[in-house]
């Protein structure tokens, strides 16, 4: 792991001073914070006097955003599959690519795609991730000698790049609803239930000692068996009954069909008659749920992952935010397959998307907040910390101390309010290089824009994606 670099503004020590400050409740004036050795937030007061000896940050302060949604791996061939095949392309034609670059990855090259991936997301505002992770073999399906050896190269990939992480190793056994046989694509994924609770009780101690959490990923309704779905369940909960619980589910029209065709119920609602969903769970898409599955989804207390520039790239279709919001379900976003890694890029076509949906604009804020910037990232923020099952729940005592400065000088920001910075960050600027600076758990990060370790963690990708590239040509 990097050492600890100075906060921002130049001093050390556990405190930072803000001119202007994102918190819970909306935009706070001259905002004292102190954090412990454990960089955990023990004291937030605005309308405070600047001491002297405390570093002042050069722009807004805003919560740094959890990213509640990713497959590292995928990162390599992001904007590889942008031509058109023989057919009509969809999820399902992308997801057979996917599978043949999946089939030549080592445990290195993964470890060389997350840590760059990981050095990404800090420079875009991303302060910690859900990491759902499947690809658990070797490249003919069979376990490596330590069965966890890719899950730890993820673990030091965040370790190093100082990002927080929930490790979600994936539950998967099935081609297709009923229990359909996997096929040779899917030969690095599968795992029997057994097996995927002794990875968790390896993983454990390792997730511990570097502050990660750990849960568990049943892929989706058509990969896991109600059977397995309910053992592995318990399972879980006899190792820990809090641990987060994330599942793709209802992202495609296709397997709405397949699922009604199978049980007579649509995915979501199947989900909820037999699983015990609450405030663990995160529904990850959930884009096509009729208006009853959003209401009791929402009433669950579950978490929606909503993957905007993902399911945009894939052609998912929308979700529908207002049915969500107007039952007061809880969301955050992620970047699933990284066709972008920008937490902002997210938010924004979160909201342009419904936009084009009800011809309506500024959809996402209200009466409370009524700055569509600030109001999409406190909610994101809070469903994100909810979904990762960690206290990064923005800019407030007994949270991690996990920020983010936006650059006052940036040409996009220069001389607004800080509301205004927002907006123009998330609306208006180039999104990324409108960042000062990120702190994970009080430790800086990210210094004018760049992480410590950009160059290097930049090389190893290249040349981790031109070998995987020689290998499949």
């Not at 992770?133 to 890719?150: M, Q, T």
């Not at 694509?185 to 002794?198: H, I, W």
């Not at 009604?260 to 699983?275: T, Y």
């Amino acid at each position: 792991m990097p050492p600890p670099q100075p906060s921002p503004g130049g001093g050390r020590g556990n405190a930072l001073f803000a001119c202007d400050a994102l918190l819970p409740s909306g935009w706070a004036r001259n905002v004292l914070l102190r954090w412990d050795g454990a960089g955990r937030l023990t004291h937030v007061q605005p309308e405070a006097e600047a001491p002297a000896d405390i570093p002042a940050c050069e722009g807004p302060l805003i919560p740094g955003m959890p990213n509640l949604h990713s497959h590292a791996f995928q990162h390599a061939f992001a904007g590889l599959t942008e031509f058109r095949g023989s057919g009509e392309d969809s999820f399902w034609s992308w997801r057979t690519l996917m599978y043949r670059f999946a089939a030549q990855l080592s445990p290195a090259q993964v470890e060389a795609i997350a840590t760059w991936l990981y050095v990404e997301m800090l420079e875009a505002g991303y302060t910690s991730v859900c990491e759902f992770h499947y690809l658990h073999h070797d490249r003919d399906g069979r376990p490596y000698a330590d069965d966890a050896e890719i899950a730890l190269a993820l673990l030091r990939a965040a370790e190093r790049t100082g990002i927080g992480l929930t490790l979600l190793p994936v539950l998967y056994q099935a081609s297709g609803f009923g229990g359909q046989p996997p096929n040779a694509g899917q030969r690095r994924f599968v795992r029997s239930t057994e097996s995927m609770l002794r990875l968790l009780e390896r993983l454990r101690p390792e997730c511990d000692s570097q502050g990660a959490c750990l849960g568990l990923a049943p892929h989706s309704l058509r990969a896991v068996a109600p059977d397995a779905l309910k053992e592995a369940l318990a399972g879980l909960d006899a190792i820990d009954a809090t641990a987060p619980i994330h599942i793709h589910i209802a992202e495609q029209t296709a397997e709405v069909e397949a699922c009604l065709a199978w049980s007579g119920q649509r995915p979501v609602a199947w989900l909820l008659d037999h699983a015990p969903v609450d405030a663990r769970w995160c529904l990850v898409h959930a884009t096509h749920m009729d208006a009853d599955e959003y209401r009791r989804a929402a009433a669950s207390g579950a978490v929606a992952g909503l993957c905007p520039t993902t399911e945009a790239n894939l052609g998912d279709g929308l979700f529908d935010f207002e049915a969500w919001r107007a039952a007061g379900g809880r969301w955050g976003v992620g970047s699933d397959s990284h066709i972008c890694v920008n937490a902002a890029e997210e938010l924004m076509l979160l909201e342009y998307g419904q936009r084009l949906a009800k011809r309506q604009r500024n959809i996402a804020a209200d009466a409370a907040q009524p700055s569509v910037a600030a109001a999409l990232t406190l909610a994101a923020v809070q469903g994100g910390a909810q979904a990762s099952g960690r206290a990064v729940a923005g800019l407030s005592v007994g949270q991690q101390a996990d920020f983010v400065v936006l650059d006052a000088s940036h040409p996009a920001l220069a001389g607004l309010c800080a509301a205004d910075a927002l907006s123009s960050h998330v609306f208006a600027s180039h999104r990324g290089n409108a960042i000062a600076s990120v702190c994970v758990a009080g430790q800086t990060r990210v210094k004018d824009g760049r992480h410590l370790l950009h160059q290097d963690a930049a090389a190893a990708f290249v040349a981790a994606r031109s070998q995987l590239l020689t290998a499949s040509s």
